[in-house]
T-cell receptor, first 114, second 113 residues
Framework: AQSVAQPEDQVNVAEGNPLTVKCTYS??????LFWYVQYPNRGLQFLLK??????LVKGSYGFEAEFNKSQTSFHLKKPSALVSDSALYFCAVRDAGGYNKLIFGAGTRLAVHP | NAGVTQTPKFRILKIGQSMTLQCTQDMNHNYMYWYRQDPGMGLKLIYY???????DKGEVPNGYNVSRSTTEDFPLRLELAAPSQTSVYFC????????????FGSGTRLTVV
């Protein structure tokens, strides 16, 4: 079955430190992977995607993600966290069944402390 | 450019009532989706549409109905509301080609009491 797992409900990090939000996936065929961010009382905003090519993908707001096929992972990273990065982060994979349907993980709450 | 617009933002329903959640997009996207978001559960696909007149069920369609009479509009209908339908509902759209990403609306928070 196709699925996305975000093993951490919450990640806490001090401002200025690097952050990592973990994501693993299970999908048939080549994975199309996405990260979205949700700020309070807002819809989800696209951060970045991996379709093909370089394993390190750069996205919005200084975020990047590393695709690792052997570990079936797509971890979100940022070299230096900001308090304003505090939000709910969702990893998603495109459903192999087509029609650009996305399967979302449960979400990870990132808290960046001053 | 408004993107994806959802109305209402908040609603309280009594058990057994019905309502329609509205979703409109102005990007001429062919693909549209309805998801519900429950705490700790991520987003679950309710229904989707790949064009006017074409809709199909997602992972959790029971208790909901949709229609797609125009490219712009994709309303979600709740019949006989139940407490289990208390959730935040998001509408999204996509070109379905090239970028593959979604544009989301700001959501409708629904409480059934």
């Amino acid at each position: 079955a196709q699925s996305v797992a975000q093993p951490e409900d919450q990640v806490n990090v001090a401002e200025g430190n690097p952050l990592t939000v973990k994501c693993t996936y299970s999908v048939s065929g080549n994975p199309y992977l996405f990260w979205y961010v949700q700020y309070p009382n807002r819809g989800l905003q696209f951060l970045l995607k991996y379709i093909t090519g370089d394993n390190l993908v750069k996205g919005s707001y200084g975020f990047e993600a590393e695709f690792n096929k052997s570990q079936t992972s797509f971890h979100l990273k940022k070299p230096s966290a900001l308090v304003s990065d505090s939000a709910l982060y969702f990893c998603a994979v495109r459903d192999a069944g087509g029609y650009n349907k996305l399967i979302f993980g449960a979400g990870t709450r990132l808290a960046v402390h001053p | 450019n408004a993107g994806v617009t959802q109305t209402p933002k908040f609603r309280i329903l009594k058990i057994g009532q019905s309502m329609t959640l509205q979703c409109t997009q102005d990007m001429n996207h062919n693909y549209m989706y309805w998801y519900r978001q429950d705490p700790g559960m991520g987003l679950k696909l309710i229904y989707y549409s790949v064009g006017a007149g074409i809709t199909d069920k997602g992972e959790v369609p029971n208790g909901y109905n949709v229609s797609r009479s125009t490219t712009e509009d994709f309303p979600l209908r709740l019949e006989l509301a139940a407490p289990s339908q208390t959730s935040v509902y998001f509408c999204a759209s996509s070109t379905g080609q090239g970028t593959y990403g979604y544009t989301f609306g700001s959501g409708t928070r629904l409480t059934v009491v």
